[in-house]
């Protein structure tokens, strides 16, 4: 079991974070950086206005990002057949579906709160502010991870899957962006643990719905 | 190998609202192979699929018994890797079988990425990955397409090994396959 989970963890990381495929998991990180950089051109060079906005449009750049590497999470095993080989393995797409949400949160989660250091630097956000939009990712990247798979695996084979898949991930999303920017005015922790276990709710459900999604794909 | 067996009953297969074939019964024992024929569109890659339990039959049942290895049309080997890497993830998890790449004239494709290999040379690639398995159940999917004759008889050299093992080997193509003892079904027969 174990020799099987690296197994599928290391073909998935090097898969994710491969250069070989449109960016690998830079693209993203570039693309949430550039939203943080593009906000304080829009509203002008207001450091209070700045800062007191700043955690949002993190969570919201946070988000944008995420729907990013969607299409490149389940859509190319299906087509490859690796799905059919891993059921005649007896290996089951619930299983593939949780190594493949471990695998995109060490892909997207720790690069994203590594480059929101520089985010929330451009946007003039103090030391308490940044803890907590950090603690906040942390939180909430991992539900956004198991999200994006399970939407990628709904969508994977249909025509039009990418923009769907974005279609979908924003709806779902909010819960955590409510709890994860409502953190940021409240400055609290609770914001933080619902946060938390909204991520939770999604890490339980998205290997089965993911699994039952390929499954059906496949008829 | 021992013990192997795929038996259909009254099997009837549908793609959207169009019965392909129904009615359709067989049993494969220990050593035995079938050729199921028939032209394209009839259901030849669709009674695989039922057969490895990928797909659910319209009607009728499949029982097997044994780990069921499956050629098709695509390979399931990242395109973007070397052939070598891309083998070796199957390996990682059908365990270390030794697989005589030699003789599958893979040994010097071994560094280039699978993306750049032929269509012969993919396919040789995935019954190399099918030996790595080490299953007991062949299902080949036009197992000759895009194959040289002297890859063709290769494989057809393989097959008759793994029967000689006690091996079931199912194969579905419309081109001839030379193997000492197989049945023939041809699909037609049984379209509604």
Same mark, same amino acid.
């Given at each position: ?8 963890? %290391? %073909? ?10 449109g960016?690998?998991?830079?693209l ?6 550039a ?16 800062? %007191? ?35 005649? %393995? ?10 493949r ?9 720790p ?7 520089p ?14 939009v ?86 | ?8 009953h ?74 070598e ?35 012969g040379?993919?396919k ?39 029967c ?14 030379a ?14």
């Open positions: 079991m174990i020799r099987l989970f690296a197994t599928l963890l %290391r %073909r998935d990381l090097a898969r994710l974070l491969g250069s070989g495929q960016g690998g998991a830079l993203p990180i570039l693309f949430f950086l939203v943080a950089m593009i906000y304080p051109f829009a509203v002008g060079p207001d450091a209070p206005l700045l800062a %007191r906005t700043g955690g949002g449009v993190i969570w919201v750049a946070a988000l944008l990002a995420a729907i990013l590497p969607l299409d490149r999470l389940v859509e190319p095993d299906l087509e490859r057949g690796m799905f059919d080989q891993w059921a005649l %393995r007896g290996i089951s797409e619930e299983w593939v579906i949780a190594v949400v471990v695998s995109h949160w060490l892909s997207f989660g690069p994203l709160m590594l480059a929101a250091l985010a929330g630097a451009l946007l003039g956000l103090s030391g308490a502010h940044l803890r907590t950090e603690l906040g990712l942390l939180a909430g990247t991992p539900g956004l991870a198991a999200l994006g798979v399970a939407v990628a695996a709904i969508t994977a084979g249909l025509r039009g899957g990418a923009a769907l898949a974005g279609l979908l991930v924003i709806p779902l999303g909010v819960p955590l962006l409510i709890f994860g920017a409502g953190s940021l005015s409240t400055g609290g922790d609770s914001g933080v643990a619902l946060t938390g276990a909204v991520s939770l709710v999604l890490l339980a459900v998205a290997p089965f719905a993911g699994g039952a999604a390929v499954r059906a794909a496949r008829d | 190998m021992q013990g192997a067996h795929i038996a259909v009254d099997l009837a297969c549908r793609r959207g609202d169009r019965v392909l074939f129904r009615g359709l019964s067989f049993a494969l024992n220990a050593g035995e192979a079938l050729q199921v024929t028939g032209t394209n569109g009839t259901g030849k890659s669709s009674l695989l699929r039922l057969v490895a339990g990928l797909a659910r039959p319209f009607a009728g049942s499949v029982a097997r018994h044994g780990a069921v290895g499956l050629v098709d049309e695509r390979p399931a080997l990242d395109p973007e890797l070397p052939l890497r891309a083998l070796a993830f199957w390996r990682g998890l059908d365990g270390r079988t030794p697989v005589d790449l030699d003789a599958l004239g893979l040994a010097d494709l071994l560094d280039v990425p699978v993306r750049y290999l032929s269509t040379q993919r040789r690639a995935a019954m190399a990955r099918l030996l790595g398995q080490r299953a007991e159940v062949w299902l080949l999917d036009e197992p000759l397409n895009g194959l040289d004759v002297h890859a063709a008889a290769l494989v057809e050299r393989l097959a008759a090994a793994h000689r093992e006690g091996g079931v080997l199912l194969i579905a193509s419309h081109q001839p396959f193997l000492a003892g197989m049945r023939e079904v041809a699909l037609a027969d049984f379209a509604p």
